[in-house]
């Protein structure tokens, strides 16, 4: 399967733009593939980003930290046990801020956590900088949660030199990249324009394997079939 890694991606760029590391220098060509990934990370949901972390709620704490670098959250989970994430537990409902101040006006009423909203959010680097949950009621013992989130991954870098990204999705990060140059060069605007539509046509079709065949299956769902129409006898 094709792909690329970071040397072949940024030798591609140059190739394709046809201007060398004097211009494109690597700290240049670094940007584009950041702007690339994040532009494609919001695009379209991956499962490869999908993760999941568990802690203890704090007694009488209404807030937590949710875990370092999350993109947003997909939903959270509070056991009834404090010391395993197994056996019985509650989905909780996501809600707005004022929405929960409202249900909870007193911060000193506790019980097991029913809704959550997230909110702030600095740098994302870490789970004290990338934002926080807060929950209603505030817990009433240290129950065991699990976030379920979308993670920013590590980009590709002359240290870490593929991705999934780069390795299942090269042709629209490629794309990706080129706009990013061309806007950068301020090529012609039709080199632009065409490597726009490109990068758009391969992430449609990159989010309906995303989004539609990744979440079926044969059992569940039935093989996918192209009705052929068949002319009545």
């Known amino acids: 399967m094709a792909g690329f890694t970071y ?3 940024t030798t591609a760029i140059q190739n394709y733009t046809e201007v060398d590391t004097n211009v ?3 700290t240049i060509t670094d940007q584009f ?3 690339a990934e994040m532009r494609i990370l919001r695009d379209v949901p991956l499962d490869a980003y999908k993760k999941q972390s568990t802690g203890n709620l704090v007694t009488g ?3 937590i930290n949710v875990p370092a670098k999350t993109l947003f959250v997909k939903g959270v989970q509070v056991y009834d046990s404090t010391s395993a994430s197994t056996g019985t537990n509650a989905w909780l409902e996501k809600k707005d801020e004022s929405y929960l101040q409202e249900y909870i006006p007193a911060e000193t009423a506790t ?3 029913k809704y959550y909203a997230m909110f702030g959010g600095a740098t994302g680097v870490t789970d004290t900088t990338s934002g926080r949950l807060f929950l209603a009621p505030a817990p009433n013992s240290t129950y065991v949660f699990k976030i379920h989130y979308e993670a920013i991954p590590t980009g590709l870098s002359g240290s870490n030199t593929t991705t999934y990204i780069s390795q299942y999705f090269g042709n629209g990060l490629l794309y990706a990249c080129l706009v ?5 060069l301020k090529g012609p605007v039709d080199m632009l324009t065409q490597y726009e539509n490109k990068y758009k046509q391969e992430v449609e079709k990159f989010g309906l394997e995303q989004l539609g065949r990744r979440k079926r299956d044969d059992y569940t769902d039935g093989t996918v079939r192209i009705p052929v129409p068949s002319p009545s006898p």
């Open 180 to 184: 990013e140059a061309y806007g950068f």
């Open 61 to 63: 704490q209404s807030t």
């Open 111 to 113: 019980g097991k956590p």
């Open 33 to 35: 593939i950041d702007n």
């Open 7 to 9: 040397a072949t991606l």
């Open 24 to 26: 494109l220098t690597s």
